[in-house]
């Protein structure tokens, strides 16, 4: 059976930081991804990594803000959320998907977590 499970979510001030992780049992992707939705908007994609390759990418929102890293062994992805803006308070969501070399299609995602709740405060 296929899972994913997210973790680390909270409330901190503007400023603070958070890691997020997504470990993920009886699956493994090629590519896994953290998506964050807030209500009334559409889910947006956030950063994603080839499980294989580690190659990256960050929306421009995150970028040199959060970074996303993976832990094969514990197949385990992450989000470290540094520098958080309460504009960054959103449900978060881990995904995943098969198809190699096509990380960057969000519509690919097809395996989902449960989401985590992160609150930042001003």
């Known amino acids: 059976q296929v899972q994913l499970v997210e973790s680390g979510g909270g409330s901190v001030q503007a400023g603070g930081s958070l890691r997020l992780s997504c470990a993920a049992y009886?699956?493994?992707?090629?590519?896994m991804g953290w998506f964050r939705q807030t209500p009334g908007k559409e889910r947006e994609g956030v950063a994603w990594?080839?499980?294989?390759?580690?190659?990256?990418y960050y929306a421009d929102s995150v970028k040199g803000r959060f970074t996303i890293s993976r832990d094969s062994a514990k197949n385990t992805v992450y989000l470290q959320m540094n520098s958080l803006k309460p504009e960054d308070a959103a449900m978060y969501y881990c995904?995943?998907?098969?198809?190699?070399?096509?990380?960057?299609?969000?519509?690919?995602?097809?395996?989902w977590g449960q989401g985590t709740q992160v609150t930042v405060s001003s």
């Open positions: 990594i080839s499980t294989g390759g580690g190659i990256t």
């Open positions: 009886g699956y493994t992707a090629n590519c």
């Open positions: 995904a995943g998907h098969y198809a190699p070399h096509r990380c960057g299609d969000w519509s690919r995602y097809n395996y």
